[in-house]
């Protein structure tokens, strides 16, 4: 007598199928709300959290905007999440860099040269971090993850300043975290203002200048961090 127990062939493969259905269920997903957040880094970069619309980013996202809602709640949790993603991308790039296998001034001098290169190469990153300062920094305030991100930079900058100092070519006494706004508020000050700059000193927008700018920029910080010539280190700062 036949074993009707035994699974038919149809069953098995209506399984299988219903597994590959979930996976590309799951795949789609992944890829619309890569493509929101893509549109979204665009229209707020160009427009900022108030002139953006929803309708604009589902257009440019090729999505119906009730699916942003879902993903993301309302523009604002979109907007903090956007800055995340940004934040995440230039720490992610840092990384690649493997600093901590360098010698220290090598290696501030390719972070240095890194941070230069890359707000040049990501106009967006600026309007973003130009736009939520405008808000008072609000999202980023309330972002666990935008603070988390910094920790490992910061440990990693205070490795290299150690290293340094024990070689006798840092002097003591930095503050990471201060040696590090310093470093992306002048490679940023150029970049975000290069327009005016440019038509102020008659500087052209070329690369060779830009080469400069950039060869300054590193030179200014690590003429910093040299120890003085009479041997007087920075006092060191107080921990906040």
Known sequence: MENTDRPTAGAGAAKKNGSGTGQ??????????????????????????????????????????????HYFGNKEALFSTVLERNYEAIRSAERQLDLAHREPVAAMRELIGFSFDYVSAHPEFISLINDENMHGGVHVAHSVKARDLNSPLVAMIETILERGQGEGKFRSGVDPVQLYISIASICYFFIANRSTLSAIFGLPKTSEVLAQRREHVIEVILGYLRPEAGGQDLPSMPKA
């Open 24 to 69: 590309k269920a799951t795949r789609d997903a992944a890829a619309t709300r890569a493509r929101i957040l893509n549109a979204a880094s665009k229209e707020f970069a160009k427009k900022g959290l108030k002139g953006t619309r929803i309708d604009a980013i589902a257009k440019r996202a090729r999505c119906n905007k009730a699916l942003i809602y």
